[in-house]
């Protein structure tokens, strides 16, 4: 499965690593780079983060998760899913009005997530 995330927090970057080693994981830390990932190649989950400089980010800022949401939503990107993994609650609902569809799970309640669960539903979407 191809994954990309977008985090800057490396604490938070080695939690994905270490529970998606069996999968390709692309890490971006700045929206910048994500955008450039999503213009080269397609994913089948998106994990995004909101704030990518430590300090809660306006959504209207650019190096933040809502910058890579409207890139998605204006280019018409195509993803199987996608998941929200901010603690900011405006981020997130920011990211949520301009995506429409995608899920909201924040961190703390994604670490203690059943990860291999959570993969399967995005492996089944592929069989489908």
């Known amino acids: 499965m191809n994954i990309l995330l977008l985090d800057d927090n490396q604490h938070r970057i080695t939690f994905f690593q270490n529970r998606l080693k069996k999968h390709s994981l692309v890490v971006c830390r700045h929206a910048n780079a994500a955008i450039k990932a999503l213009k080269k190649?397609?994913?089948?989950?998106l994990f995004l983060d909101h704030d990518l400089e430590g300090e809660p980010?306006?959504?209207?800022?650019?190096?933040?998760?809502?910058?890579?949401?409207?890139?998605?939503?204006?280019?018409?990107i195509q993803c199987k899913r996608i998941i929200l993994h901010t603690e900011n609650r405006v981020g997130r609902?920011?990211?949520?009005?301009?995506?429409?569809m995608c899920e909201s799970i924040p961190y703390s309640k994604l670490k203690k997530a059943n990860f291999h669960s959570l993969l399967k539903?995005?492996?089944q979407d592929e069989n489908t």
């Open 93 to 100: 609902e920011s990211m949520t009005a301009i995506l429409g």
């Open 121 to 123: 539903t995005s492996s």
């Open 57 to 76: 980010a306006d959504p209207a800022e650019e190096n933040c998760g809502s910058e890579v949401a409207r890139f998605i939503s204006e280019n018409n």
């Open 41 to 45: 190649g397609s994913f089948d989950l």
